[in-house]
């Protein structure tokens, strides 16, 4: 808040008309007519801008509409300009260094509405003897409406008192007034962070990253499903997104929590029944499977113009049919994806395996790890996997074939995600280099699978666009091209992979992973 | 940010309306707009209701003790603010005189303020001094409001003159317009059809006379905060800034000042 910009906090049942009194008591006072502000709040789903600090309002106010970006607490905007557009992605904001760097912190994701504050505002202006505005109060009654939810309300009224320039003396003596003799004091509480609370809803609330809390002593079988109910609720939450198709990023993270629970069924093994394992690693592996065909075109639709940019420039234009095919065909696999989201054998699934998750325990157990504690076997999965992982890498040649390649980079997957599930059983900081390590390690593996990935699909989709009669011989020309980048980029992957491995294998990692997960070393440090 | 004067070697021809019309109009249009009322008889700080005084009076403005920010008034109108007049602004001659390059002290003391607006309105008092080539030199259009009269039309000759005669000045982006124009009046038909022809850079907008103008003194306030744009002086006014804004922009000036 600005020093000649102060907001005070009107508790309910204050006396209003008394604050007028002792007002005019000191000056005459102008009335100017009601007005009516509405504040529409903004932020990406995974709430971007206030995990920086920030708040975005759109403000209507009369026949303005502006956009206001400012720091949590403060009134005081780090950008303000005039809004003749929608917000949603970075590109639509209005262009300008200062919204550069709210496109930063927006990435790829969609600004959507939080919530809105509707606020009745009287203003009264102190005059001085030649009638002459020399501050100015407006009185704000708010409401949220949190339209998503049906939820609504009113929230605090505030009283804010505004300084015009050159006449500050009398900003102070009305200060001290509301303040010494009203005894109004200044809001500390941000109007975006009340409404949200009044509306019941948690900022910050939703990130695609696991954060769990686990007691190492607990049984696995209980951990386990503890997990796995997060992931649940990770899905669900990014269905309504992911259907109405309101960025990449639902589907995306969809995507990597059905991954995650397909890797915590399966790699955390003998905590539930084989049965329900199969069962349900399966019906998973569905939920993949209807989901890859629009994220293939979500990640041609990001990268596209990275593509375009590693062509020669007089080349780039003949990639556009390519951009106008998968814009074609986009619709055609939301549509499909839509329709399994909808289906009963999907609702059927999340609604039985939520059920699952949420039935306690039986108290006793003849699965092996069920009843054990988490700890041991996380460790030993953990250690198992690593072991693995390392045997394979050791075993890797610059004459083996793809596929061992592939397998790798699977185990490096599963070591990666038990790591993460289990990580705040461990020293925080050794795990955090770990996966560091490890994610250096996937990134490469992963740069020569999805590679020759794109390649393959570059060239059945040059099949089709020709078949379709989308493609001129420049653009098929221009796709080839982009295919022999694309490959040369995997090679040098290829040649890469040994001194990265060789870093992960050091002596030194292998002495963090034993000292960490080798229950036999643990348990003769006495651990 | 762009400076724009209201000038004429006469007095009574409607300067200050323009000034505080025109600047009430940019900062109703969403521009930051300052207007300073160079002017010792202050009729424009008396329109905004404000005191004509300045802390340190012309003295510490013109040494460069005292800097301009500190000195500006809010006006009652968002976007608006002031720069009051000061009886001692009778004296900025003088005082202008005493500095290193006399001509362009406005310009200087001008330009710090580029941060904070976009539009800088000055109300020149009538007369051609050593204020008024300071005017001159820091407008990017120099405004000449003048009644459809013979002596005028002199006047406007002499301004002319004055400008061709001095160096830097004859590229001065020029704009008179006709104001207080009463079209019952034979001679001023006859001039504004006569005139414009020998000063291409005429603006086409003229404000007609009217009493709803003179209110202003009562009222204290810029015409179009009271009179709604129903009004024909109102809707005049409204005319004339844009066709302003358009001048500023295509003029030669544009490129390098600013």
């Known amino acids: 808040m600005n020093e000649f910009d102060q907001a005070y906090l009107v508790p309910d049942g204050t006396d209003l008309q008394g604050i007028k009194d002792a007002l005019e008591a000191r000056c005459r006072i102008g009335e100017d007519e009601p007005r009516h502000l509405l504040r529409r709040f903004h932020d990406t789903f995974d709430w971007s801008l206030y995990l920086a600090g920030g708040v975005l309002e759109e403000r209507i106010d009369g026949h303005q509409r502006v956009m206001m970006w400012r720091d949590l607490n403060d009134e005081v905007p780090v950008l303000a300009c005039e809004l003749d557009r929608d917000l949603g992605f970075a590109a639509d904001l209005p262009p300008g260094p200062d919204t550069e760097r709210l496109a930063r912190l927006l990435g790829i994701r969609r600004l959507l509405p939080l919530l809105d504050v509707h606020s009745r505002i009287l203003t009264w202006r102190l005059l001085n003897e030649d009638d002459k505005t020399i501050a100015r109060l407006e009185l704000e009654q708010n409401r949220y409406d949190d339209k998503a939810r049906e939820r609504q309300g009113p929230i605090s009224t505030r009283l804010r008192l505004h300084a015009v320039k050159g006449y500050e003396a009398d900003f102070r003596d009305t200060a001290r007034l509301l303040n010494e003799e009203l005894g109004l004091s200044l809001v500390r509480t941000e109007l975006l962070l009340e409404a949200l609370a009044s509306a019941g809803r948690k900022p910050g609330d939703y990130s695609s990253q696991l954060n769990f809390r686990l007691d190492p002593d607990r049984r696995a079988d209980a951990t386990t499903k503890e997990i796995l109910l997060h992931l649940l609720n990770t899905i669900e939450v990014n269905v309504p997104g992911t259907r109405d198709n309101l960025d990449s990023e639902f589907l995306h993270d969809l995507r990597v929590a059905v991954r995650r629970t397909r890797s915590a069924l399966t790699q955390i093994k003998d905590v539930f029944a084989p049965d329900v394992v199969e069962q349900y690693k399966d019906a998973f592996g569905w939920i993949g499977e209807f989901t890859g065909p629009v994220r293939d075109l979500d990640v041609y639709l990001l990268d596209f113009n990275a593509y375009q940019a590693c062509l020669p420039e007089p080349l780039r234009p003949h990639l556009e049919p390519l951009r106008d095919f998968i814009h074609a065909h986009y619709g055609e696999e939301q549509k499909n994806l839509v329709e399994h989201l909808d289906s009963k054998r999907f609702r059927d699934l999340l609604r039985d395996w939520r059920a699952f998750l949420e039935a306690p325990v039986p108290e006793s157990s003849v699965v092996p790890n069920a009843m054990r504690p988490v700890m041991a076997v996380a460790n030993d999965r953990i250690w198992t996997m690593y072991r693995r992982v390392r045997k394979e890498g050791r075993a890797m040649t610059p004459a083996s074939p793809a596929e061992d390649m592939h397998e790798l980079r699977k185990s490096c997957k599963k070591l990666r995600y038990l790591i993460e599930f289990f990580d705040s059983l461990y020293p925080k900081q050794e795990v955090r280099q770990l996966v560091k390590l490890l994610k250096v390690l996937l990134d490469n593996l992963g740069k020569f699978q999805d590679l020759a990935v794109q390649a393959d699909h570059l060239r059945e989709m040059a099949q089709r666009m020709r078949d379709e009669d989308r493609a001129s011989t420049d653009t098929l020309l221009t796709m080839g091209i982009l295919v022999g980048d694309l490959l040369e980029h995997q090679h040098r992957a290829r040649e890469e992979f040994a001194e990265i491995f060789a870093g992960f294998d050091s002596d030194e990692h292998q002495g963090l992973f034993k000292s960490l997960f080798d229950a036999q070393k643990r348990q003769g440090k006495g651990a | ?258």
Not at chain 2, 118 to 143: G, K, Q, T
Not at chain 2, 201 to 209: A, C, E, G, N, Q
């Open chain 2, 1 to 258: 940010m762009k400076i724009i004067a209201s000038y004429n070697i006469k007095g009574g021809v409607g300067k200050t309306a323009t000034a505080v019309n025109l600047a009430y109009l940019s900062a109703r249009e969403g521009y930051r707009t300052l207007i300073w009322d160079l002017d010792p008889q202050g009729a424009a700080t008396y329109y905004f209701r404000v005191k004509p005084k300045v802390k340190g009076g012309t003295k510490a403005l013109v040494s460069g003790h005292q800097d301009l920010d500190d000195l500006v008034k809010g006006t009652d109108f968002e976007r608006l603010d002031l720069l009051p007049a000061d009886f001692s602004y009778r004296n900025m001659d003088l005082l202008l005189e005493d500095n290193k390059r006399p001509t362009k002290q406005l310009q200087k003391l001008l330009a710090p303020m580029a941060i904070a607006y976009d539009y800088v309105f000055l109300d020149c008092p009538p007369s051609i001094s050593l204020v008024s080539e300071n005017v001159f030199r820091a407008s990017h259009a120099l405004l000449v409001p003048m009644i459809p009269t013979t002596l005028s039309a002199r006047t406007l000759a002499q301004l002319q003159d004055f400008l061709e005669g001095h160096d830097g000045l004859g590229k001065t982006n020029l704009m008179p317009f006709f104001s207080m124009v009463d079209r019952r009046k034979h001679l001023h038909l006859h001039l504004m059809e006569s005139l414009p022809q020998s000063f291409p850079s005429f603006l086409k907008t003229s404000i007609p006379y009217a009493t709803e103008v003179e209110r202003m003194g009562i009222t204290r306030m810029p015409l179009p905060a009271y009179a709604p744009s129903s009004n024909p002086v109102t809707r005049a006014y409204e005319a004339l800034w844009q066709e302003i804004k358009a001048g500023i922009k295509g003029s030669a000036m544009w490129a390098t000042a600013g």
